[in-house]
């Protein structure tokens, strides 16, 4: 089993910075997919950045240039490097993994770290 614990989220003034940690733990196979999902109140959940088993990443439109995503294998640990945050970027931040084992793919999903950008 696996499971993912966020932290790094809390109340920031807009143009202001946050870096959010994701840190699994148990056994991980091929990892297909790791990604930062967030939902605002009120809104679906959206993908916000991803990074594949071979690095390529991929962003939401918003938040080029903006955010990065970033992996530590050694540490089981994926980043959220957050700058110039706007309030529209308030909501609670998700990580997901998804991994394939035995001939099957696997999403994880953490409790989530709230993210509050307000002056």
């Known amino acids: 089993q696996v499971q993912l614990v966020e932290s790094g989220g809390g109340l920031v003034q807009p143009g202001g910075s946050l870096r959010l940690s994701c840190v699994a733990s148990g056994t991980i196979f091929n990892i297909n997919f790791m990604g930062w999902y967030r939902q605002a109140p009120g809104k679906q959940r959206e993908l916000v950045a991803g990074?594949?088993?071979?690095?390529?990443?991929n962003y939401e439109d918003s938040v080029k240039g903006r955010f990065t995503i970033s992996r530590d294998n050694a540490k089981k640990t994926m980043y959220l490097q957050m700058n110039s945050l706007k309030p529209e970027d308030t909501a609670i931040y998700y990580c997901?993994?998804?991994?394939?084992?035995?001939?099957?793919?696997?999403?994880?999903w953490g409790q989530g770290t709230q993210v509050t950008v307000s002056s």
């Open positions: 990074i594949t088993g071979g690095d390529n990443t």
């Open positions: 997901k993994l998804n991994h394939f084992k035995g001939g099957n793919y696997y999403n994880y």
